[in-house]
């Protein structure tokens, strides 16, 4: 595509062509130059010298430039390198006949501008200094979301104390898009997982005859594991990515500032409320993620017969109310940690136009990565000490 | 002198709206023209159809002998490769470097040889005087040298027409001097043409050779001339507010209120 229009772009240009004539004579070099030389013609007029003059082995090289107009730096970059013998393996050219006006455009382009070409090359270091660097950066980065997680915990009480202070239409603002909006994609996603898990593990189920522990399998998995974790996921992805976008955009347009210098605490203006509202509809949008799944897997188990009352004397034998208690708990400790984790990578958001986009998917990451390692410390611990 | 800018009857606007009618001048090769006007009287609306950005209501646009608007595939870019355009945030790209940003013009439209891309972009940098910048992004830069960044990257393919929309906002004096100091240079030494939108009075004075101002009530061009003319000796009560900052325009006789100085 893109050599098309270069390719459209010569011809197009082609009206106004440059030519170089070259004379070899006992290693003697003569180059006529004939024409324009701008952005579309010196390509080809270039490498044709290029090829030429790095053929041979010459004693002298004159470039008459009594017949060439140049439209500006592309021009006398050619006759700039041809004079100080870029082409020509340092044979310097001597350049006769310039106009006047040609000559001026070659004032302006100095021979600093033929000797550094190009940006310094970026340094790389060694591959331990590097991972020194990238482990102080993940300490550091861990430290700075543990602390901030903490000023979150330390400025919600206040909030609660004092209610007249929050402000409530934001938090309802946002347990309305992140909550209420949410409410179909979790049904999905719930129920099909509810579905997945019992048609993947009724077949080995029923090499046993044990298939009515289905009904405990969907109980446990849908209260203890998946409710939670697909409410926090999908909150993640959703929500925590707004919430880093938003306060992302809000630093890049200095809005942050604006606040900060008006005497009004971003995290108290900004981020407590978001965390609140995480808290609160998290644990609620999960026990309607694990009603749905559970709905899922029965709906299967009764299609392979089960009536839906065995169905429900058997998930009330094996499932009680310190496994929702589990799964609450671990609902409100994710909404914590999507709350707290996307508005602190929100307020870390750079510069730039790419800085917003950067800080939404590093929010995701960081949300999902610490949604699994708390979903198993708290796993772990509920096993050893219930 | 042949004119490289020239509108015939221009109507400028977006959609069915109207925001300026029977736009007639032309513009020489070398001339800087400056745009002026009060906030909102459709400069930058004009500017978008100079650089063929909205295509025109009615009327017509020529460039450099060709009509914008009846120009079409490569003979288009080609007349688009002609003029550069300074745009008023700057418009560079933001996960680029300044130099990859001057560079990428040269690197997409052109087949130069990687070494002389390199060239040409050192040059381009050194003119506006950000040499030392090029491997900074945009958004570490302060808004002077975005905008000195943004002007190396206009004239990357030295184009014969550069169109600047206000480029000395935002800037203070010593760095809008320092751009106007290099619009001269590059008007003096490569004879490029300028069409400038701005309100600074300063800059006027400094670098334009004739100025046009529209209105927004008259809906067109309402004066054109030099800048000391128009300052000195225009009978037009609304010149005279943009030239000596008056608040209101002071009320003329009625012949003298409409028309061209």
């Given at each position: 595509m893109k050599d098309k229009v270069k390719d459209e772009a010569r011809e197009a240009?082609?009206?106004?062509?440059?030519?170089?004539?070259?004379?070899?004579?006992?290693?003697?070099?003569?180059?006529?130059?004939?024409?324009?030389?701008?952005?579309?013609?010196?390509?080809?007029?270039?490498?044709?010298?290029?090829?030429?003059?790095?053929?041979?082995?010459?004693?002298?090289?004159?470039?008459?430039a009594s017949n060439v107009t140049v439209s500006?730096?592309?021009?006398?970059?050619?006759?700039?390198?041809?004079?100080?013998?870029?082409?020509?393996?340092g044979l310097k050219a001597e350049l006769r006949g310039l106009k006047k006006e040609t000559a001026t455009i070659l004032d302006t382009f100095s021979a600093d501008d033929y000797r550094t070409t190009g940006p310094e090359p970026r340094r790389h270091a060694a591959v331990p200094a590097e991972v020194g660097v990238w482990m102080r950066g993940l300490l550091s980065d861990l430290h700075e979301q543990i602390s901030f997680i903490g000023s979150v915990a330390k400025?919600?009480?206040?909030?609660?104390?004092?209610?007249?202070?929050?402000?409530?239409?934001?938090?309802?603002r946002v347990m309305e898009t992140a909550g209420a909006n949410a409410l179909p994609v979790v049904a999905l996603v719930s129920a099909l997982v509810g579905v997945v898990t019992v048609i993947e593990a009724a077949r080995p189920l029923e090499k046993f005859g044990a298939q009515i522990f289905l009904a405990d399998m969907i109980g446990f998995s849908s209260i203890r594991d998946t409710g939670p974790?697909?409410?926090a996921i999908l909150l993640a992805g959703r929500s925590g990515s707004a919430f880093a976008a938003e306060l992302g955009t809000m630093k890049v347009t200095q809005e942050l500032d604006a606040l900060t210098t008006m005497g009004l605490d971003p995290l108290r203006f900004l981020v407590v409320q978001r965390v609140m509202a995480a808290l609160l509809l998290t644990p609620v949008l999960c026990l309607y993620a694990m009603l749905i799944g559970i709905l899922g897997g029965m709906v299967v188990m009764r299609s392979l017969g089960f009536p839906p009352l065995m169905i429900y004397n058997q998930l009330l034998t094996r499932v009680d109310m310190t496994d929702v208690r589990v799964g609450l708990t671990k609902a409100a400790i994710f909404g914590m940690v999507i709350g707290c984790v996307a508005c602190l990578r929100g307020l870390q958001t750079g510069l730039g136009p790419s800085a917003v986009g950067a800080s939404a998917t590093r929010s995701v990451v960081a949300c999902i990565v610490l949604i699994i390692l708390s979903n198993t410390l708290i796993s772990t611990l509920d096993y050893f000490w219930p | 002198m042949n004119a490289v800018i020239e509108t015939k009857d221009l109507v400028a606007g977006y959609g069915e709206r109207v925001v300026l009618e029977k736009i007639n001048f032309h513009i020489n090769q070398g001339e800087v023209v400056a745009v002026v006007?009060?906030?909102?009287?459709?400069?930058?609306?004009?500017?978008?159809?100079?650089?063929?950005?909205?295509?025109?209501?009615?009327?017509?646009?020529?460039?450099?002998?060709?009509?914008l608007a009846q120009t079409i595939g490569p003979e288009r870019q080609e007349l688009l490769r002609t003029f550069g355009v300074?745009?008023?945030?700057?418009?560079?790209?933001?996960?680029?470097?300044?130099?990859?940003?001057?560079r990428l013009p040269l690197h997409e439209l052109t087949d130069l040889p990687d070494r002389a891309k390199d060239m040409v972009t050192n040059s381009k940098l050194r003119l506006v005087g950000l040499s030392d910048a090029a491997n900074v992004l945009p958004a570490e830069l302060s808004g002077g040298m975005q905008k000195r960044a943004a002007l190396a990257r206009a004239m990357a393919l030295d184009p014969r027409i550069l169109f600047l929309d206000e480029p000395s906002v935002g800037l203070d004096p010593i760095t809008a001097a320092?751009?106007?100091?290099?619009?001269?240079?590059?008007?003096?030494?490569?004879?490029?043409?300028?069409?400038?939108?701005?309100?600074?009075?300063?800059?006027?004075?400094?670098?334009?050779s004739r100025v046009l101002m529209v209105d927004e009530e008259a809906r067109t061009i309402i004066a054109e001339g030099k800048p000391a003319d128009l300052r000195d000796h225009s009978k037009d009560a609304r010149v005279r507010a943009l030239f000596h900052r008056q608040a209101r325009p002071q009320k003329q006789p009625r012949s003298t209120e409409n028309g061209h100085q």
């Open positions: 240009g082609a009206t106004e062509k440059v030519e170089a004539k070259i004379q070899t004579d006992a290693g003697r070099v003569k180059v006529a130059l004939k024409g324009r030389l701008d952005a579309q013609t010196t390509g080809r007029c270039w490498r044709q010298l290029e090829g030429q003059l790095q053929k041979g082995d010459f004693k002298s090289l004159e470039v008459d500006g730096a592309v021009g006398a970059a050619l006759l700039r390198c041809l004079s100080e013998g870029g082409l020509s393996h400025a919600l009480p206040p909030a609660l104390v004092h209610p007249k202070r929050m402000r409530w239409g934001e938090v309802r974790i697909v409410t | 006007g009060r906030s909102g009287s459709g400069k930058s609306t004009l500017l978008k159809h100079l650089i063929g950005l909205n295509p025109p209501l009615g009327g017509e646009v020529w460039i450099e002998g060709k009509n300074l745009y008023q945030s700057g418009a560079l790209f933001g996960s680029m470097t300044v130099f990859e940003n001057v320092g751009l106007d100091e290099t619009i001269l240079q590059l008007s003096c030494s490569f004879g490029i043409t300028f069409v400038i939108i701005t309100h600074d009075m300063e800059s006027i004075f400094t670098i334009a």
